[in-house]
């Protein structure tokens, strides 16, 4: 069974930062990417970040980039998502998920976790 | 504003058949990227449904049915239950946008 926890969600002031934190079980963590997702009631369902099995490639939404850095720790089996110069359009739920490939290169999300809420706010 | 676009509401009677749409473009379905679905129960996280344009992941009831074609795709439910109402995401990939959701349907059972 796959299990995806997030945690370090809160609120935070304009400016400020968070570090999100996704604990990983049932599955060989290590040799899977994994996603950032985020959700607001206003703009729905937008992809954040992926990072690779190994850690060594990182992609970004041009939303979060120069700003979010996505990492990960194979040996305790997480993922982290360094959240910077948040605004209150960061506000949002915001989901790990277990990447997945589907023939050669088609990418998807499989599990997700139950979110961690981020609010933004003065 | 998604770039999958997805009727806001669908509802229909119990076992009844209803279908969603997802009308994307150039640069994303019609591009030849797969779709994916998925299921979010409200207060709950999103559960993949489909992936692959057309497959179902274990456990997910046959029910469920998926098709593409060009730049659209769309989810069938058939044989409606009240465990099925929730909100509904087509997801694909844009060449200039990367991975892209859909607007979201919502599904209600009456």
């Known amino acids: 069974q796959v299990y995806l926890v997030e945690s370090g969600g809160g609120v935070v002031q304009p400016g400020g930062s968070l570090r999100l934190s996704c604990a990983a079980s049932g599955f060989s963590f290590s040799t899977y990417g994994m996603h950032w997702v985020r959700q607001t009631p206003g703009k729905g369902l937008e992809w954040v970040s992926l990072i690779s099995y190994d850690g060594t490639n990182q992609y970004y939404a041009d939303s979060v980039k120069g700003r979010f850095t996505v990492s990960r720790d194979n040996t305790r089996n997480r993922v982290f998502l360094q959240m910077n110069s948040l605004t209150t359009d960061d506000t949002a739920v915001y989901y790990c998920?277990?990447?997945?490939?589907?023939?050669?290169?088609?990418?998807?999300?499989?599990?997700w976790g139950q979110g961690a809420q981020v609010i933004v706010s003065s | 504003q998604s770039v999958l676009t997805q009727p806001p509401s669908v509802s229909g009677a119990p076992g009844q058949r209803v279908t969603i749409s997802c009308t994307g473009s150039a640069s994303n379905i019609g591009a030849g990227f797969d779709v994916q679905w998925y299921q979010q129960p409200r207060g709950a996280a999103p559960k993949l449904l489909i992936y692959?344009?057309?497959n179902r992941p274990s456990g997910v009831p046959d029910r469920f049915s998926a098709s593409k074609s060009g730049t659209s795709a769309s989810l069938a439910i058939t044989g409606l239950q009240a465990e099925d109402e929730a909100d509904y995401y087509c997801?694909?990939?844009?060449?200039?946008?990367?991975?892209?959701f859909g607007s979201g349907t919502k599904v209600t059972v009456l």
């Open positions: 692959g344009n057309t």
């Open positions: 997801q694909g990939y844009d060449t200039s946008l990367g991975y892209v």
């Open positions: 998920s277990k990447m997945a490939i589907y023939g050669q290169s088609s990418i998807y999300f499989h599990y």
